[in-house]
Each structure stands twice: as C-alpha cells, then as structure tokens.
Nanobody, 115 residues
C-alpha cells in the first residue's frame, strides 16, 4: 500500500513563498509519475503541476513562472516550490502518485495566503 504525506503548508502573506513536500512510502519511487493538485473551498480539485518518472514537468497556466515541481528519488520525495503566492492560491494541496494504473492521494495540506 502506498502512503503519501504532505508537509510544508501554512499561512503566508501575499508575495511570499512556501515549499511543499510529499514523502512517499513505496519502493521503486523513481518509476512513477506524480503531481500536485489543489482544491479551494467550494471548488473542484484542479491540477497544479505534474512530473513524470523521467523528470518532465507540466504546469497549469495559473502557476507558470511562479511554482516549480521537482522530485528527489533518493529521498522518495516530491516538492512544490511556490513563489509569489497570491490569495487565490489558498487551497488544500494534494500530492498524487500514479502506480500500475491506480491513483494514490495524500490527505492534503492547507496553504493560506493572506492579502
């Protein structure tokens, strides 16, 4: 069973930065595609960024140039560096790991950006 644990969230002022981490308890971590999603109150969950096993990244238009997704396969950990945060970025952020056709989600972590 895969477990994903997010950390690094919290409260930050507009224009500030946070780095989210997602630690995965799975063997062969480097083989799997992963991603970050977010869900604001009252909204549907939406894609933020993805990273393939080979390191190819993809971003939602609303975070391009501000957020950076990365992974450290030696640590079984994925990251999301978030800069120039805006109040509209306030949401619960979830990490996703795709393994053998199944999606595994973390429990999510709250990011709050104050104006």
């Amino acid at each position: 069973q895969v477990q994903l644990v997010e950390s690094g969230g919290g409260l930050v002022h507009s224009g500030g930065s946070l780095r989210l981490s997602c630690a995965a308890s799975t063997s062969s971590f480097s083989r799997y595609n992963m991603g970050w999603y977010r869900q604001a109150t009252g909204d549907q969950r939406e894609l933020v960024a993805t990273i393939t096993a080979g390191g190819t990244t993809n971003y939602a238009d609303f975070v391009k140039g501000r957020f950076t997704i990365s992974r450290d396969n030696a640590k079984n950990t994925m990251y999301l560096q978030m800069n120039s945060l805006e109040p509209e970025d306030t949401a619960v952020y979830y990490c996703l790991l795709k393994r053998f056709g199944l999606d595994y989600w973390g429990k999510g972590i709250l990011v709050t950006v104050s104006s």
